[in-house]
Nanobody, 129 residues
Framework: VKLTETGGGSVQAGGSLRLSCEASKSLHNAYCVGWFRQSPQKEREGLATIDSTGDTSYADSVKGRFIISQDNAKNTLYLQMNNLKSEDTGLYRC????????????????????????WGEGTQVTVSS
């Protein structure tokens, strides 16, 4: 599965961005998927996940501001980001885990390349204050 992220850019604090992650094949029902953030100053962070039942979970740092969703007809995962803060700056990557049977909250704790199996290259988000 090839994952390709788009939608990053530079935005002022308080602004919004919508990230997209297009998959080369359907991820519906058979995968757990999620969005992650990387920056030089921090460890990779799980932001939002969807499990194979469609249930979602969010990190406390983005809860109430970010919304994860997927359009199965387009094989695309989205991350709507509102009220962006300077600490949201980073490289945003989507990931997919085939055959995943864990809950979305369990998936949120996994951040390694090996666990997910499929990762996109990422899209950069820069938030200026």
């Amino acid at each position: 599965v090839k994952l390709t992220e788009t939608g990053g850019g530079s935005v002022q604090a308080g602004g919004s961005l919508r990230l997209s992650c297009e998959a080369s094949k359907s991820l519906h029902n058979a995968y757990c998927v999620g969005w992650f953030r990387q920056s030089p100053q921090k460890e990779r962070e799980g932001l939002a996940t969807i499990d194979s039942t469609g249930d979602t979970s969010y990190a406390d740092s983005v809860k109430g501001r970010f919304i994860i969703s997927q359009d199965n007809a387009k094989n695309t995962l989205y991350l709507q980001m509102n009220n962006l803060k300077s600490e949201d700056t980073g490289l945003y990557r989507c990931a997919a885990s085939p055959g995943c049977r864990q809950t979305s909250s369990q998936v949120l704790r996994h951040i390694t390349e090996e666990w997910f199996g499929y990762w996109g290259e990422g899209t950069q988000v820069t938030v200026s204050s």
